[in-house]
């Protein structure tokens, strides 16, 4: 799909996530689902994320990549277009709100929806 402004790809963006029964969704029959998911991804890699203190995960939708670092002990902050507190605060990934070198690691599954 294409859109005549970056405004006009933000609103479609930022609607998805308030059709009925998807923000529902997401944060209950779908919750653990994704978060194991998660979790399958950053296992593999414990000992490395083992020496982060800081996480940033860009596009973090409800947060379920943030709750599996936070598991992991890595303290980790999630940014989306929608919020989702406490675990995803409200930004655009093109203009991330942190001074340069704020995070060790950042994790992004959303690299399609990057300009």
């Given at each position: 799909?294409?859109?005549?402004?970056?405004?006009?790809?933000?609103?479609h963006?930022?609607?998805k996530?308030?059709?009925?029964?998807?923000?529902t969704?997401?944060?209950?029959?779908?919750?653990k689902?994704?978060?194991?998911?998660?979790?399958?991804?950053?296992?593999?890699?414990?000992?490395?994320?083992?020496?982060?203190?800081?996480?940033?995960?860009?596009?973090?939708?409800?947060?379920?990549?943030?709750?599996?670092?936070?598991?992991?002990?890595?303290?980790?902050?999630?940014?989306?277009?929608m919020?989702?507190?406490?675990?995803?605060?409200?930004?655009?990934?093109?203009?991330?709100?942190?001074?340069?070198n704020?995070?060790?690691?950042?994790?992004?599954?959303?690299?399609?929806?990057?300009?």
């Amino acid at each position: 799909m294409k859109y005549k402004t970056y405004d006009d790809y933000v609103k479609h963006q930022t609607s998805k996530i308030l059709l009925p029964g998807v923000k529902t969704r997401l944060l209950t029959t779908e919750w653990k689902v994704w978060l194991d998911g998660f979790k399958k991804i950053f296992y593999p890699h414990k000992q490395i994320l083992s020496n982060c203190n800081r996480a940033l995960c860009l596009g973090a939708r409800t947060g379920q990549e943030v709750q599996a670092l936070k598991d992991m002990k890595v303290d980790a902050i999630g940014i989306d277009l929608m919020p989702f507190p406490p675990l995803v605060i409200q930004g655009d990934v093109h203009a991330i709100p942190y001074e340069e070198n704020s995070f060790d690691f950042v994790f992004s599954n959303i690299f399609d929806h990057v300009l």
